[in-house]
């Protein structure tokens, strides 16, 4: 009776964990629902054997030492079962795994992924200027390629909701097919260990409506608004006295460099720091004078020596290139 008490919150636990942006179970894509079928026959197949075992194990104890199973018994339930039942489950598993890494043969779109530590650039070929980090956006109802790299150690992408998880191996491109049936925003992360902050490497997956995913992408490709805000042009000033362009992008100002993040419309995005704070002005004035306490061992020194006024400007400059 007593552990009967415990299992029951300890299972309540364990189901409201089955969803949210980041599950796999009722995600909003054809992989993700092809994934989660054959997951479902797993489960149900391992709960066949486990109570059958059980039930064998009852009469075993029941019948005591009459019960002593004879040669065929042996032969059925300890090879004849697994063998058939397991080859089932693997035809199954293979096929599936080939249908869904063909389905990139017909993509209509194809975005390139690239992971590093410890956060992820995104570009769109089609669309020549639009990078963003940490955030890949694609409209419902079309056929996504995703062309996965990285540069240093091995990360692999995972977005529960839509489809399975697939490494990306220095020196190699990985190819993901990511087909969204449902407008909505997805949770994925990193899910290969890959240095001191993997754990802060996550990303969100925005599933748009055709005409609103065009729109966006154009505008994405433009280089960034300019304001007459006098606050605003001192926070670009800031931002290339700084020397923030040494690592930097802002498209339409001398700020080229490649590695940390494109920032053209950081404040557009739905995270900084690989889904560790949003995109709006104090998070991005907090993360920019202490980066590292945010998120130690990145990449980006914490600018604790900026004024009061300058971080001010930089930080709105910035939360206001959407
Ligand atoms: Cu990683």
Not at 135 to 145: A, D, K, W
Not at 158 to 169: F, N, R, S, V
Not at 176 to 181: I, K, M, P, R, S
């Amino acid at each position: 009776m007593r552990t009967a008490a415990l299992l029951v919150p300890a299972l309540a636990v364990l189901l409201s964990a089955c969803g949210g942006p980041q599950s796999m179970l009722g995600g909003g894509g054809s992989s993700a629902a092809a994934i989660e079928t054959l997951w479902w026959a797993m489960f149900w197949a391992a709960v066949a054997i486990f109570a059958l075992v059980l039930f064998l194990a009852a009469v075993g104890g029941w019948r005591g030492r009459r019960a002593a199973p004879g040669t065929l018994m042996v032969a059925a339930g300890g090879l004849v079962l697994p063998v058939a039942l397991l080859s089932v489950l693997l035809v199954y598993s293979v096929s599936l795994g080939e249908r869904l890494a063909t389905a990139t043969e017909r993509a209509q779109l194809r975005i390139e992924v690239e992971g590093l530590q410890w956060w992820w650039r995104v570009e769109y070929p089609g669309a020549p200027g639009a990078v963003l980090a940490n955030e890949i956006r694609l409209p419902v109802g079309v056929q996504v390629e995703i062309v996965l790299g990285s540069p240093d150690v091995i990360h692999s992408l995972w977005i529960p909701g839509l489809a399975g998880k697939q490494d990306m191996t220095p020196g190699r491109k990985a190819h993901l097919a990511l087909l969204a049936e449902k407008p909505g925003v997805y949770r994925g992360q990193c899910a290969e260990f890959c240095g001191a902050q993997h754990a802060l490497m996550a990303l969100y997956v925005v599933a748009m409506p055709p005409a609103e995913f065009d729109a966006w992408l154009a505008r994405q490709a433009e280089p960034a608004p300019t304001s007459e805000d006098a606050l605003l042009q001192r926070g670009r000033e800031v931002f290339i006295e700084a020397g923030c362009g040494a690592c930097h992008t802002v498209r339409g100002t001398p700020a080229k460099g490649r590695l940390g993040p494109d920032l053209t419309h950081v404040g557009g995005r739905l995270s900084i720091g690989a889904g560790l704070l949003p995109a709006n002005i104090g998070a991005i004035q907090g993360w920019i004078a202490d980066a590292q306490n945010h998120k130690p061992g990145n990449l980006m020194p914490s600018f604790n020596r900026l004024s009061g006024p300058d971080l001010n400007a930089v930080g709105a400059w910035l939360a206001s290139l959407e």
